[in-house]
Nanobody, 125 residues
Framework: QLQLVESGGGLVQPGGSLRLSCAAS????????VGWFRQAPGKGREGISCSRRSDATPSYVDSVKGRFTISRDNAANTVYLQMNSLKPEDTGVYYC??????????????????WGQGTQVTVSS
């Protein structure tokens, strides 16, 4: 069964850090572009980072550049999102997704083939 499972969310104070994990079963993540999306309360799903299939080149939305880092552990079939210097506006449900597309920059949500169920991140004092 093809499955992506996110973990690592939680409640953190502003300025804190979290590391999200996206673990795959039934698919080999290094054969896919993997993206992270965020859905804030009352807003649409926003692409915030992705790792390109061919060479793992990372891309980030401007609002997280310099604070978030996407990385892969192919042996563990897992993709991570290290989030530092978190802000209240980073609050939302975070989803990972896998796409067969291999293009530069952030890949649009509609081009992803597989999605996880999401993990909640709340940044609040």
């Amino acid at each position: 069964q093809l499955q992506l499972v996110e973990s690592g969310g939680g409640l953190v104070q502003p300025g804190g850090s979290l590391r999200l994990s996206c673990a795959a079963s039934g698919l080999i993540l290094d054969r896919y572009t993997v993206g992270w999306f965020r859905q804030a309360p009352g807003k649409g799903r926003e692409g915030i980072s992705c790792s390109r299939r061919s060479d793992a080149t990372p891309s980030y939305v401007d609002s997280v550049k310099g604070r978030f880092t996407i990385s892969r552990d192919n042996a563990a079939n897992t993709v991570y999102l290290q989030m530092n210097s978190l802000k209240p506006e980073d609050t939302g449900v975070y989803y990972c997704a896998a796409s067969v597309w291999d293009v530069p920059g952030l890949v649009a949500a509609g081009l992803y083939n597989y999605w996880g169920q999401g993990t909640q991140v709340t940044v609040s004092s």
